[in-house]
């Protein structure tokens, strides 16, 4: 089956410019998840979907991200204005079932998109 | 809160060597814990998962892991190292009271040498 997939894969901005990256989640996934990986940190959450609702979104720094779930499917996360601190590379994973789903579940991430912001 | 620690953010072993990542873990409730591996410019790959049951969880590549709730430890080890085990190793555990996503460790990083 096709997996995670994320574009663009790179992208460089100026600081307080704006970017938007697109997910499109595997086939029948349920939930969607938008991680931050800053260089030599492990991924952090910043947004869990589950359809087009909003699961978890506590570490989205909601003054300059959002996130949106288009009909329940492919997803996209906008920066408005970027920051230095935002260089990282933004990793979307997406799961069969949903929140309180009973058994065990597995994420299956995208490649990333790098994001440098100058 | 739910966390891991990963003790160790580099480690370089030889090729054939026992390979043994350390991940130790805090929860107020029965966890569910991940490892995952990271190649250079790639997504996440998920190597095993422990939620209930067997202690002694066995993952894809010949990888395995071990849960010690005594010791609150889920340690990732091989017998023996592959140069195409050099990789970033995540240790991760998963987030209270929010379905399925995961609160990650900082990484380690594993050199495997000739």
């Known amino acids: 089956e096709a997996g995670v997939a994320q574009s663009p894969r790179y992208k460089i901005i100026e600081k307080r410019q704006s970017v938007a990256f697109w997910c499109n989640p595997i086939?029948?996934?349920?939930?969607l998840y938008w991680y931050q990986q800053i260089l030599g940190q492990g991924p952090k959450l910043l947004i869990q979907f589950q359809n087009n609702g909003v699961v978890d979104d506590s570490q989205l720094p909601k003054d300059r991200f959002s996130a949106e779930r288009l009909k329940g499917v492919d997803s996209t996360l906008k920066i408005q204005p970027a920051k230095l601190e935002d260089s990282a590379v933004y990793l979307c994973?997406?799961?069969?079932?949903?929140?309180?789903?009973?058994?065990?579940?597995?994420?299956?991430f995208g490649p990333g998109t790098r994001l440098t912001v100058l | 809160a739910q966390s891991v620690t990963q003790l160790g953010s580099h480690v370089s072993v030889s090729e054939g060597a026992l390979v043994l990542l350390r991940c130790n873990y805090s929860s107020s409730v029965p966890p569910y814990l991940f490892w995952y591996v990271q190649y250079p410019n790639q997504g996440l790959q998920l190597l095993l998962k422990?939620?209930?049951?067997?202690?002694l969880v066995k993952g894809i590549n010949g990888f395995e892991a071990e849960f010690k709730k005594s010791e609150t430890s889920f340690h990732l080890t091989k017998p023996s190292a592959h140069m195409s085990d050099a990789a970033e190793y995540f240790c991760?555990?998963?987030?209270?009271?929010?379905?399925?996503?995961?609160?990650f460790g900082k990484g380690t990083s594993l050199l495997v040498t000739p």
């Open positions: 422990y939620t209930t049951g067997a202690t």
């Open positions: 086939s029948g996934h349920a939930t």
């Open positions: 994973a997406s799961s069969l079932l949903g929140q309180g789903a009973a058994g065990t579940d597995t994420q299956y």
């Open positions: 991760a555990v998963r987030r209270p009271n929010s379905g399925y996503a995961l609160n």
